[in-house]
């Protein structure tokens, strides 16, 4: 089969690679009918995700038809299956799973002990996500392996169109787990750092949930006009405007009740000196992640409110603001979407009409051009927003 | 997290409640200390020998001079020894030989000198055996711990599933191979005994028969290899239920006496490079069969949970099988 493969930082290649076949009971082999370039697949192209090997296949983000299960298979699965399959890898059978915390399942990830040195406890295996995360090959690819397909495949009954239901994979819950988590009650101002696909599905669940305000903050006119036109928020440009100052005027000087990192480890600064600061250090490897977003979300915050931190970090950050979340009785939330409990309900709104996940798919190729899709996707080019792949 | 486990041994509880027996860590610390220390000597000896000379009283002699010189390059060894390995070893040795060498190069010179020089050089002959008493202490705990370390493998796990469940699973030692990679297998032979194979280097197996020496229900499995083993070993399994019922806690203690020699080296390779490792990496599996009912693999680690495929990982990509590989 075809798949796209990392060959070194800022290198991929569509390579010919052997099928992938039943390993475990409750295996299923899936025949991609779509996949997708997530922005946290950039971090492993940029080489800021450690422990990655030459040869492995990306992609967590897929979905298609089952042609083969394993004996094990728990409950209603069978082979013509159409499934949608959540990015983290999760059991269903320890007690982090049945808690609903999918993605810190116990038992998925087999190299655990690498990310128990690096993280303290070992978080669920990831599909295509570095070897720190379980080395399973992804799905950017025309086959893919489903360990426990029983917990991660959401079987997709009627004739929603694969733009429609790809999304359930990552950014739609990622997207919505993060205004979750800022407990919204009527009336709330949300502000979301990062006008990507997450940050743009965060302000449409954020008004799903009952916000009054979403206000987004990017540098992309383009990213900042589609978030306006599709959830009807307002935007901050931070390279023309500072955000702290916008934000304290636009709400009047309450600030945002909820603040959501919708950016991640490779932030960028509108100031050119204090990106370069961060660049550098993490270039020499004395700081891994650079948390331009998550610093400023916190000193925005209105008193007491929540940080709800989606953006994917690897490791270690300096320079937090602990004294202003501490004195200001600020809450943090973070985590990995606990995607398996999120795609019922959210595959109910989508059957619903309540929200179309479609709106943000701006390029569709074949898998063949998928390092082409990377290249755009990263360099923000061609108004690149979600790239769709088809195998 | 330390604290004092069920079986007496100090312990650290790491990620997924898997627990280690903790290092030891005041003789540990007192075996870096005197690597610092050696150096310090060792640099004081060759930069300000003059003024080292002066200060012990031996000043007065061209041997003295070259004894000290000596005595300084000796200290960077002991330094290097002390502070090079990840753990202490023989290092302290090292240094109690160097003591005996000093004291017996101040006796001599003792016999020599009279008035001021002779009360610096009873001095330094008080701290140079005052050293000594250190370094003795500190070379013999480490000794001990380190012959500890090598009998006796403890680790600890905490599993979603009720005590009685994970007491049965385990009492069925034909069950243990599924999570120890080293057995190949165990057969029931009786009541309470039982026929071990395990691997052994070169594709060989070692056979003994063990017993179970006490068995209470739900709480203990206890059991040792009869007598005629080639590597007589023997273990416990204690299950607790976990703290507010979130599951049970198995704690599992193996030991095995490595009688020495050639033999001593086969059982090292036969329990893998690092037992305490292989013991985790059984109860990490062991978790995963008794919860999910495999083990689980990737592309990468394709024979699931185990730090030596870890550190010798596979592309994440699909391999074509080859027979039973898997």
Known sequence: MLANCWIAPNSLAVEDVPDPQIRNPRDAILRITSSAICGSDLHLLDGFIPAMRKGDILGHEFMGEIVELGQGVRDGLSVGDRVVVGFPIACGDCISCQRGLYSVCENSNPNAAIAETAMGHSPAGIFGYSHLLGGYAGGQAQYVRVPFADVGALKIEDDLPDEKVLFLSDVLPTGYMAAEMCD???????????????????????????????????????????????????????????????????????????????????????????HAYDRAKQAAKVETDRPHALREAVLACRNGGTISAVGAYGGFIDKFPMGSFMNRSLTMRSGQAHVQRYMRPLLERIRKGEIDPSFIITHTMRLDDTPHGYDIFKNKQEECVKVVLKP | MARKSTIGVRSVTDALGIERASRDRPSEGLARFLGWFSLGLGAAALGARSRVSRLSGIDDSRTAQTVLRIAGVRELGHAAALLVPRRAGWGAWTRVAGDAMDLAACGRALQRRRGERRRRLTYTTLAVAGITAVDLYTAVRVARRRRADGNEVHAAVTVNRNIEDVYRFWHDFENLPRFMYHLRSVRMTGDRRSRWIARAPAGKSVEWDAEI???????????????????????????????????????????????????????????????????????????????????????????GSSVQQQANQRPARPVAMRGAEW
């Open chain 1, 184 to 274: 919204i009650e009527r009336g709330d101002i949300i502000a979301i750092w990062g006008a990507g696909p997450v940050g743009q599905f965060a302000a449409a669940s954020a008004f799903l949930l009952g916000a009054e305000r979403v206000i987004v903050i990017d540098r992309y006119p383009y990213r900042l006009r589609m978030v306006r036109e599709n959830t009807g928020a307002e935007t901050i440009n931070y390279e023309e405007s500072d955000v702290l100052d916008a934000l304290r005027e636009m709400t009047a000087g309450r600030g945002p009740d909820g603040c959501i990192d919708a950016v991640g480890m490779e932030g960028h600064h509108a100031s050119a000196a204090l």
């Open chain 2, 213 to 303: 020496v006490d068995d209470r229900p739900n709480a203990l499995i206890s059991w040792r290899s009869v007598a005629g083993a080639r590597v007589p070993n023997s273990g416990t399994v204690r299950f607790m239920r976990a703290a507010g019922g979130r599951g049970t806690e198995v704690r599992v203690q193996i030991s095995y006496r490595a009688p020495g020699g050639m033999l001593g080296a086969k059982v090292a390779k036969l329990f893998g490079e690092d037992p305490q490792q292989q013991v985790c990496d059984d109860l990490r599996r062991f978790k995963q069969v008794i919860e999910t009912g495999e083990i689980v693999r990737s592309d990468a680690s394709p024979n």
